[in-house]
Structure formats: C-alpha cells, structure tokens
C-alpha cells in the first residue's frame, strides 16, 4: 500500500506562510483521493483540505477555506498544502491521507475514509 511522509513544517510567525508537502510511494498515487488533517493539542484530529485524484476538485474547512490551497502532482507523486496568512490557531501537527478505494472519485472529508496517513510534521505559528 502507499505510504506517505510530510514534510515542510516549522517554526513561523503570524501571517507567515509554509508550503507542506506530502510525497507517496507506488505507482498508483494518481487512483487516490487526498487530504490533509491536522492536531492540535488537546484537540481531535480536524479536516483541513481534500482534493480528488485529478486534481479537480478540493474542498477547505471553513477555518483555512482562503488561506490554503491544496494541490497535487501526480506525476511526483506528491500532495501540497500551502499555508498563507499563518495564524496562531494553526499551529498543530498537519497529517496527510490518502483514500486508496478504488470506487472514490471524488473529494472526502471524513478523516475514518482515509485509510493510508503520514506521520505528521509540526506546524507552529507564534503571535
């Protein structure tokens, strides 16, 4: 199955911006649709962004919807987020998801659908 590992978090200030990346393994990274979830402390685990298998449709939470954008790069195998206007809420670890079914076509939200995730990578927003 694919696996996934994050990368490009860190340390920022408000209203800084990061550009996450998500790399995947296989040769079938473009038949999944993807998200990113992010953790902050004390909290659960919250949707953040999705995007379809041909990067034809994604879709925010109300929280990021404006300030980040997702987008995928079939052919690196690789799903972005990229972070502007950082601010202090922000700050959590952000997990990349895939959904290998094979009878998804398009966007999901719920992070039970995702059965492939990355090991997180830190993002921290200071005021």
């Known amino acids: 199955q694919v696996q996934l590992v994050e990368s490009g978090g860190g340390l920022v200030q408000t209203g800084d911006s990061l550009r996450l990346s998500c790399a995947a393994s296989?040769?079938?990274?473009?038949?999944?649709?993807m998200g990113w979830f992010r953790q902050a402390p004390g909290k659960e685990r919250e949707f953040v962004a999705t995007?379809?298998?041909?990067?034809?449709?994604?879709y925010y939470s109300e929280s990021v919807r404006g300030r980040f954008t997702i987008s995928r790069d079939n052919a690196k195998n690789t799903v972005y987020l990229q972070m502007n206007n950082l601010k202090p809420e922000d700050t959590a670890v952000y997990y990349c998801?895939?959904?290998?079914?094979?009878?998804?076509?398009?966007?999901?939200?719920?992070?039970?659908?995702?059965?492939?995730w990355g090991q997180g990578t830190q993002v921290t927003v200071s005021s």
């Open positions: 998801a895939a959904d290998t079914r094979e009878d998804v076509f398009g966007i999901v939200v719920a992070s039970t659908s995702y059965d492939r």
């Open positions: 995007i379809d298998k041909r990067a034809g449709t994604t």
């Open positions: 296989g040769r079938t990274f473009s038949s999944y649709t």
